[in-house]
Structure formats: C-alpha cells, structure tokens
Nanobody, 123 residues
Framework: QLQFVETGGGLVQPGGSLRLSCTASGFLLDSYHIGWFRQAPGKEREGVSC??????RPAYADSVKGRFTISRDRKIVYLHMNALNPEDTAVYYCAAGAAVGLCGLSAGQYNRWGQGTQVTVSS
C-alpha cells in the first residue's frame, strides 16, 4: 500500500523554526516531484514549495522565499521553516506527482497526498 506520512508539526512561537518531514511507504520518492502545500482555516490550499528529482532546482511561493528550504534524499523530503509568523499557521501536506518537466505549485500536478500535519505559530 502506498502511503505518505508527514511529521514535525507543532506549536512554535513567532520567529521560531520547525522542520517537517515527508516519508513514503511502498515507493521511493526519488522518481516523483514532491510538493508541500498548506491550508489554513477558511482558505484555499496553497502551494508552498516543490522539488523535482535530486539535483534539480526547487520552487517556492513568494510568501515563504528566504524563510523556507526544501530538501530531499531518496526516501525523505524535508521542509525547513524559519522565521515563522502567525500567517504560516496551517495544516501542511506533502504530495507526489509524476516527474515530468519542472515541479510546480499547483495542486493539480500531484496525485498522491498525505494526511497533513498541523503547524501553529502563536505566542
């Protein structure tokens, strides 16, 4: 059975950092584009970052550039989040899509999704 698991969410104070991890069972991640998305209450799902195969350039939403970094190896994709602010509060999801062309931040490019992990930024 193919499954994703996101871990690393939690409660953090403004200005703090978290590292999210996305692991898969049943398949290796290195054959897929991997995206991180987030959804805050009452808002649409937003693409945060994505990464293609190892060695390719990642992409970031303008709202997280300079603060978030995505990285990967064959089995795990990480989202390092620094300088967090309350607007980053959301459920964060990782997703996999076919490694065709460049990775993108559109949810339609991905067809395998994890269950999400909650990130709350609050003092």
């Amino acid at each position: 059975q193919l499954q994703f698991v996101e871990t690393g969410g939690g409660l953090v104070q403004p200005g703090g950092s978290l590292r999210l991890s996305c692991t898969a069972s049943g398949f290796l991640l290195d054959s897929y584009h991997i995206g991180w998305f987030r959804q805050a209450p009452g808002k649409e799902r937003e693409g945060v970052s994505c990464i293609g195969r190892i060695g390719t350039r990642p992409a970031y939403a303008d709202s997280v550039k300079g603060r978030f970094t995505i990285s990967r190896d064959r089995k795990i994709v990480y989202l390092h989040m620094n300088a967090l602010n309350p607007e980053d509060t959301a459920v964060y999801y990782c997703a996999a899509g076919a490694a065709v062309g460049l990775c993108g931040l559109s949810a339609g490019q991905y067809n395998r999704w994890g269950q999400g992990t909650q990130v709350t930024v609050s003092s």
